[in-house]
C-alpha cells in the first residue's frame, strides 16, 4: 500500500442530514398543496357555506372579519384539518380515503402525522436554533419548533409570549402546520381555565373522549376567548 494513498472520507453526517430534511421539506409542501387543491374540489357550495357559518360561531367574528387574511388563513387551516362535513368525516380523513393508493409511503407519514395533530396554545421558552422551543399550555410537554425558510415571525413574537398553533413533525424537525396566532399573556390563565372546563362537561357526554379529539373538535374556539 502507498503511503500517500488517500484515506476515504468519513460520510458527512451533518450534510446528509440536511439533505434529507430538505427532501422531506419538498415532501410536505407538495403533500400540503394537493391536499389544498383536493379540500377545495371536495366540497359543494352549500357546504362550504355550512363551514364557514360553523367557524364564525365557533370563534364568534362576522362575516367581513373571516375576509381579513389572518383570520381567512386560520379558517382554511382548520376547515382542512379540524371541520366534519355532515357525515362527521374530517377533509384530511376524506382525502387519504381517496388518494392513500396514489401517495408515497413518505406521504402517508406525513399525512398520518396531520391527523394525529390538534391545535393549541404554546408558551415561547426560548429561541432555539432556527426556532424557538415551546411548552404546551395544558400538558407541558416540550417542543423544539423550526421555522421554515418561507415563514416569518413578526415582532411581538418573543420570549413568554404566548401562540395558538399546530405543531407537525416533518423529517426531522417539527414545524409549524398553518399560520399561528399571538395569544396574549393576560388572556393565557383564563383560556386555560375555561378550555380544561369545557373538556370535562363534553367528557360526560364522550366517555372515551381524550384532549386530543376534545381539541380537534373544540380547540379554535380558543381565539373566541382572545379578540
Given at each position: ?16 442530514r440536511h ?52 383570520w ?62 415551546l ?31 399546530r ?61
Open positions: 500500500m502507498h503511503e500517500d494513498q488517500e484515506v476515504p472520507v468519513l460520510v458527512d453526517f451533518l450534510a446528509e439533505a434529507k430534511q430538505r427532501f422531506y421539506d419538498d415532501v410536505h409542501q407538495k403533500l400540503l398543496d394537493d391536499f389544498f387543491e383536493f379540500t377545495c374540489q371536495s366540497l359543494n357550495l352549500r357546504e362550504k357555506v355550512r363551514a364557514k357559518h360553523l367557524f364564525r360561531n365557533r370563534v364568534n367574528i362576522s362575516s367581513e372579519v373571516l375576509l381579513h387574511p389572518a381567512e388563513a386560520q379558517y382554511g387551516i382548520w376547515f382542512m384539518l379540524e371541520y366534519q362535513n355532515i357525515k362527521g368525516e374530517r377533509m384530511i380523513e376524506k382525502y387519504l380515503s381517496e388518494r392513500h393508493a396514489s401517495l408515497s409511503e413518505e406521504e402517508l407519514h406525513l399525512a398520518a402525522y396531520w391527523m394525529a395533530t390538534y391545535p393549541s396554545v404554546y408558551k415561547v421558552v426560548e429561541e432555539w436554533q432556527d426556532g424557538y422551543r411548552v404546551d399550555l395544558w400538558t407541558g410537554v416540550e417542543i423544539h419548533a423550526t421555522l421554515k425558510q418561507d415563514q416569518f415571525v413578526r415582532k411581538e413574537f418573543i420570549v413568554d409570549q404566548y401562540i395558538f398553533a405543531v407537525v413533525k416533518v423529517g426531522f424537525i417539527h414545524c409549524f402546520l398553518g399560520p399561528y396566532a399571538l395569544i396574549s399573556k393576560d388572556k393565557a390563565p383564563d383560556i386555560k381555565l375555561t378550555m380544561e372546563k369545557s373538556f370535562d362537561r363534553s367528557k360526560q357526554e364522550n366517555s372515551p373522549w381524550s384532549w386530543r379529539l376534545f381539541m380537534q373538535h373544540h380547540g379554535i374556539e380558543v381565539l373566541r376567548q382572545n379578540p
